[in-house]
């Protein structure tokens, strides 16, 4: 519970520090994205004017297709509404809240359907749901600009049956109907009374595309023909102030303040040609481009957080562990010397005077030597320098090994040695330390009438250092922890085997400070012990 407690104190510390830097990051990003689409907003604004200009040039400025021209801002999810007007300020075109088209396949001529002037907006609204529901049904295009019905990759060709007015490239409609196999659906059918009985033309055709201001934009057409509506408003707003000169032809723009970041109503007068238009988009533009980053950098700093948390809780566990385990291999040497201490001073008899000395002196040295252990393994943790000069590796652990050869002898263990000349680079005392804890290790766990077997040979360009000893094997969940200080696998082992708990740890320690490597494993019969070290080259 309480390791719990620590990583959810620190999680929430780093959480809270990782989110402020992305914030800051996300914030400088989303800033220079929202600067980046507003021009290119605006450029594609002056691509709708470049386009209107060309279509007044080619076609009489009643005929211009606005709406064709507006699906620019498409990709932000907006909606624009637009009118020209001549030099005395008449409106002579205007965008559609619902227009068709098609093309004459005998001529290939695009005709527009003007469903504005035959239809109230209720009548248009009704149509457009239609619409939608027919390409559901029949798997058209809708991508927020243009709601595409077309049977040429159909499996099941559908057609559909157009009649009305037709006045060069517009058609006012009277009759829409759609056809599929016996299935036939009507979508619109007024009375001839509409167009007061003037001749009418009737069409075939298989594609149909349909766009304007409820078929652009996002939402259900209710809450296109609400946003249609109030750029309608805007464009009156700003014609209310427009100038009828008939002789202008300065260029001139006009424009009403912005409420909001994401629209604008702006007049382009020059000579001829006037353009008006009032346009919104997505208010959520300025992540376009970013989700997927902003969404994936979220993610790595929480688990940067979760990482970070991980790795502190996991220190300081283990400085608390050390902690414990260092203050209880020092309580009971203290508990003995305080006990004999305390027993020197009553009146005893000198025979048991000079064993309580004894025993005090022998846990002095007991503490003197773990404390000195404590410090070399400070030093080495901390990247203390060491003194570095060749040593002849092969002499240094027979040396070692000469001295431990009583000990290992009166517990009838034999020591095997297999030994080559090797010479490497560091501190003689340091490495001394490390084939001594290494060797002291493998006796020590050793059973009676065992062997030990050390072994010394080159591989590569690395001296590597053996020793194994018989016994049992340790489980694979304690071999990378038993470099750990004070670990022990075997719970029932403790200072009375002779173990202090830091041989490992500074056998890596001193390894690790020689730019050397060693791991534990099992063989056969035992455990071996691996130390590499980096060789010199010259051999002596």
């Known amino acids: 519970m309480r390791d719990r407690t620590l990583f959810w104190r620190f999680f929430l510390r780093m959480l809270l520090v990782f989110l402020a830097l992305w914030t800051a990051m996300a914030g400088v990003l989303v800033w220079n994205n929202r600067q980046w689409h507003r021009q290119e907003i ?35 999810q907006g909606q624009i509404a637009l009118r020209s007007y001549d030099r005395w300020g008449n409106v002579t075109n205007r965008s559609q809240l619902l227009m068709g088209s098609f093309l004459i396949p005998e001529t290939s001529e695009e005709v527009y359907m003007m469903f504005d002037e035959v239809l109230t907006e209720e009548e248009e609204l009704e149509l457009a749901r239609r619409l939608i529901e027919l390409k559901r049904e029949v798997g058209g295009d809708d991508w927020t600009g243009y709601l595409t019905l077309s049977s040429v990759w159909w499996e099941e060709p559908f057609s559909f049956e157009i009649s009305g007015v037709k006045d060069f490239n517009r058609l006012f409609p009277l009759r829409l109907v759609f056809h599929r196999g016996e299935e036939t659906v009507t979508l619109l059918d007024l009375g001839p009374e509409r167009y007061q009985n003037r001749q009418t033309t009737e069409l075939v055709n298989r594609s149909l595309f349909f766009f304007g201001g409820l078929m652009m934009g996002p939402g259900a057409p209710e809450e296109r023909l609400k946003v249609f509506r109030r750029l309608e408003a805007n464009l009156d707003r700003l014609e209310e102030g427009m100038e009828r000169n008939a002789e202008r032809t ?24 006037t353009l008006a238009y009032s346009y919104q988009v997505d208010p959520c533009y300025l992540f376009y481009g970013l989700e997927h980053m902003l969404v994936w950098t979220f993610l790595g700093a929480v688990l940067l957080a979760v990482f970070t948390a991980f790795i502190q809780a996991r220190a300081v566990r283990r400085e608390r562990a050390f902690t414990r385990a260092a203050a209880h291999e020092l309580k009971t040497p203290l508990a003995v010397l305080r006990t004999h201490a305390e027993a020197l001073r009553e009146d005893i008899a000198p025979e048991k005077r000079e064993r309580y000395l004894d025993v005090i002196l022998d846990e002095s040295d007991r503490m003197n030597a773990l404390v000195g252990q404590l410090l070399d393994l400070s030093r080495l943790e901390a990247g203390a320098e060491l003194r570095r000069e060749p040593v002849e590796l092969k002499a240094l652990i027979e040396a070692v090994f000469a001295r431990l050869g009583p000990a290992a002898q009166g517990e009838g263990i034999m020591l ?20 001594t804890e290494l060797g002291a290790n493998a006796i020590r766990h050793c059973p009676a009438g065992g062997g030990v077997r050390v072994s010394l040979c080159r591989e590569g360009r690395k001296a590597r250092l053996k020793v194994e000893n018989d016994g049992l094997p340790i489980p694979a969940r304690d071999l990378s922890r038993l470099w750990e200080p004070f670990y022990r696998g075997d ?29 534990a494993e099992n063989c056969s019969g035992g455990v071996c012990f691996t130390v590499e070290l980096s060789a010199l080259q010259s051999e002596p």
């Open 416 to 435: 095997a040695l297999d030994l080559q000349p090797l010479r490497v680079e560091g501190d003689p005392r340091r490495l001394e330390e490390l084939v």
């Open 250 to 273: 300065d260029y001139m723009v006009s424009m009403l303040p912005e409420r909001q970041p994401n629209q604008g109503t702006m007049l382009y007068e020059d000579g001829d040609y």
């Open 491 to 519: 719970k029932s082992r403790s200072r009375e085997s002779g173990g202090s708990g830091l041989g490992l740890a500074l056998v890596r320690g001193t390894a690790e400070a020689h730019k050397g490597t060693c791991w």
């Open 42 to 76: 605006q450029q594609r604004l002056g691509m709708c004017r470049y386009y209107v200009k060309q279509e007044m040039q080619e076609r009489t400025p009643y005929r211009a297709n606005l709406d064709g021209i507006a699906h620019n801002l498409v990709s932000y």
